[in-house]
């Protein structure tokens, strides 16, 4: 048991050498869930594995709840949103709108992976509404500041705080604009697009950013 563990140790850190910089993409695990509230009616939620369709998109295999409480919200529908991975699933509440800035939970039960597994049950909790040093810095800081931080600033741009993501590029136009779809920050992080690849987001965290600069205004 223990001996191929650590040939697998070697390996990862064999591999670790060699991808340099990313290696601590390689190395970590994926979460087995993850979840944000998108706007005040929806929730999305990430699993490690692609999902099954039919199971991911029935809502009686979830359950929202304002953390420490036991009154459920009203789930209406479940839609595998994830057109990439096939790991996120929206859920629209109807017996919302979710207050701001509180901590709820999200528990999911029998959802099924694309090739059949049970997930079994998980649980997971998150904080409403989409701030910059709640939710985003964490993603920049994973994905994006080993090329864009103090140490080097890719197409003189800087997204280790807020007002370098503000900050303009190589041109004069600012790169985040509150509110607007089509700033570059919002475009290039778009599934396929530069930052994107380089950075290895995932779609949840693509979208996680767009709504972040769209529907909560580019908010701290
Ligand atoms: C491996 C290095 C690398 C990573 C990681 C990376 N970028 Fe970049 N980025 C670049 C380079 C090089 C450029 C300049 C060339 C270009 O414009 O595409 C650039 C340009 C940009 C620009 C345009 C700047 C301007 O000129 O206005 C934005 C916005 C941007 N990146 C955002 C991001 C975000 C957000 C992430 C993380 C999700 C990210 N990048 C991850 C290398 C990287």
Known sequence: ??????????????????????????????????????????????????????????????????????AEETIDSATLVDTLEGRVVQLIITSGPLPDSAAYEVATQGVRTYDGRDTGARRVTFQTGLGYSAHLRAVFAAHCDACHGAARQDGNYRTDSLAGLRGTGVDSTPDLIAGDPNCALARRTRPRKSAFDQGALSWFESDLIEDWVVGYDGRP
Do not use: I
Request: net charge positive; charged share 15%.
């Open 1 to 70: 048991m223990k001996r191929p563990l650590f040939a697998v140790a070697w390996l990862l850190a064999l591999a670790a050498l060699l991808a340099g910089c990313h290696a601590a993409k390689l190395l970590a695990p994926p979460v087995p869930l993850q979840a944000a509230s998108v706007n005040a009616f929806a929730v999305n939620v990430q699993f490690a594995e692609p999902l099954d369709r039919l199971t991911a998109q029935d809502p009686a295999r979830y359950r929202v709840h304002a953390a420490g409480t036991a």
